[in-house]
């Protein structure tokens, strides 16, 4: 039963209905595990942040509990905001195309955003937002246990490194304890902006298969290494990822 506020939209949750009309070629990915169930459910009556107000429906990911690889990205758009999944627009279609050039389809992986409800206008998400959303991503990462997390864009990438530009770091991987590794990536958004970016992504995908069969990259090719300051992608950091740096000063709509 959601729960009412006279000051906030009833999130209409994920339903069959909703899978029937979607495109057929989305309509797999409406699947929810069972172990998932009960933390979609309550997202989807989740009133912790503004952007409760104004959305239509709940995006909290789509993909398998059991999957290796997760992308976590920054925010639903007006697309995923209407089908209920994430990364179903333009942005999406690239992402399957990456996902494409290393065997995979979007069956094979989990993708969520740092935030699970659309901002207005597809600005940017607010920090305050980021945080409240925050442990419903943990619960996610706990739940799926996947031994890699590809950032897309500069929101999910201040997780686990603050700070950080992303035209410095993105293909670098770092540890996460012992058996799980993250790697920053554009968000395929940006690509779309600066065709260059797209070879860029393409080589960055690249690397997320050694890191699968679990051999880390001994050294970053597609970067310059991070100067004194930036952060150590080789030193393994708890388990646990921080809480971000909230990021400042952005552009609406920015991703790089
Ligand atoms: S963005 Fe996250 S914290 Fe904010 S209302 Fe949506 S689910 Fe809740």
Redesign the pocket.
């Known amino acids: 039963m959601a729960i009412q506020s006279p000051d906030r939209a009833t ?1 209409a949750p994920v339903t069959n209905d909703l899978a029937a009309r979607a495109p057929e070629a989305l309509r797999p990915l409406y699947h929810v595990d069972d172990a998932l169930q009960p933390l979609y459910e309550t ?1 989807a009556d ?7 107000r104004t ?1 239509s429906r ?1 995006v ?1 990911g789509s993909g398998p509990v059991t999957a290796d690889l997760m992308f976590v990205g920054e ?1 639903p758009g007006q697309r995923e905001d209407e089908l209920g999944l994430p990364f179903v627009g333009r942005s999406g279609q690239f992402l399957d195309e990456l996902l494409a050039g290393i065997g995979l389809t979007r069956r094979d992986v989990y993708v969520t955003n740092v ?3 659309r901002p207005p206008s597809n600005r940017d ?1 607010e920090p305050a ?1 980021i945080t ?2 925050g442990d ?1 991503l943990e619960q996610q990462i706990a739940m799926i246990q996947p031994k890699v997390i590809a950032t897309l864009g500069r929101f999910s990438m201040a997780r686990w490194f603050p700070n950080a530009k992303i035209s410095r770091i993105h293909g670098q991987t770092k540890r996460l304890g012992d058996d799980r590794y993250v790697i920053p990536m554009y968000h395929p958004a940006a690509a779309l902006r600066n065709g260059s970016l797209r070879e860029v992504m393409h080589a960055d995908f690249a690397k997320i298969t050694p890191l699968l069969r679990g051999e880390p990259l001994t050294s970053p090719t597609a970067s310059p290494a991070p100067s004194e300051g930036a952060p150590n992608l080789n030193a393994p950091s708890a388990g646990a990822p921080t809480p971000p740096a909230p990021p400042t000063g952005s552009q609406s709509g920015s991703l790089l």
Do not use: G
């Open positions: 999130a997202i989740c009133p912790n942040c503004i952007l409760a959305r709940t909290p925010a935030v699970k409800c998400p937002e409240a959303c419903y």
